[in-house]
């Protein structure tokens, strides 16, 4: 797994988009790596281990732009992957449903993203709603979409803040019964997730969501 990761890391530094996609999707074709594996060992660790060099601080959102836009568009051509992988694991429909939103503010929803492809993986109906959604659209998405929970993603901490204010007015808004779980590097620094941003589940990696999950509660 290094060695594909480092390979696909020298590809994101360089930019090189089609051959960036061509190794990622020849990862999951060819050489058994999971899709999951992929997020997680290769393409999430690539992205957050993404440095600017001094010599070159004025290219630095130019390259991240850019590397994020390859980033996605491999996400994008593995979702047909994503629901064969499902099939073969689950032989009924979905029965829950979750909407995946990123707080007000919050631009990075690559980890959104990935969470969505997660939630499909493990059977659940996924709506992707992604970036800076403002507090009062979540209300409305969780009543129009009758959702069983919500899946905020936070990157920047300087959006903790604002996904707390959308939580609270969700809890006081909000069915009781609908779920709410969190997750993304924004939480990293925060000691007690479920205690102070009064959530059903913090998860930082597909194994702990399952469990969760699949633990009977939910
Ligand atoms: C890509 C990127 C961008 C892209 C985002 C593209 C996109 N559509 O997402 C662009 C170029 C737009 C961008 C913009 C900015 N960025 Co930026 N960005 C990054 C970068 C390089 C990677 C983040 C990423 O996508 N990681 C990959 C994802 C897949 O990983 P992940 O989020 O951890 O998700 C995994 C898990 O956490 C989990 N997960 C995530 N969410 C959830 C939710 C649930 C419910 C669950 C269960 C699990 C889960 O599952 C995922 C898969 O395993 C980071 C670098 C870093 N070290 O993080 C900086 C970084 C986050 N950015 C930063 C900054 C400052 C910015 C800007 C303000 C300035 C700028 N550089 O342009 C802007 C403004 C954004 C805003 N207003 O919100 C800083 C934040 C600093 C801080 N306060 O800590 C960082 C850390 C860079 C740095 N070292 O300074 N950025």
Do not use: Q
């Amino acid at each position: 797994m290094e060695a594909f990761y480092n390979k696909f890391r020298e590809l994101i530094e360089t930019e090189s988009k089609n051959e960036a996609i061509e190794f990622a999707l020849a990862l999951i074709d060819k050489h058994r790596v999971t899709i999951v594996e992929f997020y997680e060992e290769i393409l999430a660790r690539t992205m957050n281990s993404i440095e600017c060099h001094n010599d070159e601080k004025n290219l630095c959102v130019w390259r991240e732009h850019v590397r994020s836009g390859i980033a996605r568009t491999i996400i994008e051509s593995l979702y047909s992957r994503v629901l064969a992988e499902r099939s073969k694991n689950h032989s009924t429909p979905p029965d829950k449903k979750v909407a995946v939103i990123c707080p007000d503010g919050e631009y990075h929803d690559m980890g959104a993203r990935i969470v969505s492809d997660y939630f499909t993986l493990l059977n659940w109906d996924v709506v992707f709603v992604g970036n800076s959604t403002p507090k009062d659209e979540f209300i409305r998405v969780a009543e129009h979409l009758n959702l069983n929970a919500i899946a905020i993603s936070v990157t920047n901490p300087y959006n903790l803040v604002s996904a707390k204010k959308t939580i609270d007015m969700m809890r006081e808004k909000c069915d009781e019964n609908l779920k709410i779980f969190v997750g993304g590097y924004g939480f990293t620094k925060v000691d007690d997730i479920k205690k102070d941003f009064n959530v059903d589940g913090y998860v930082s990696s597909f194994n702990e969501l399952k469990n969760l999950l699949e633990g009977g509660e939910y």
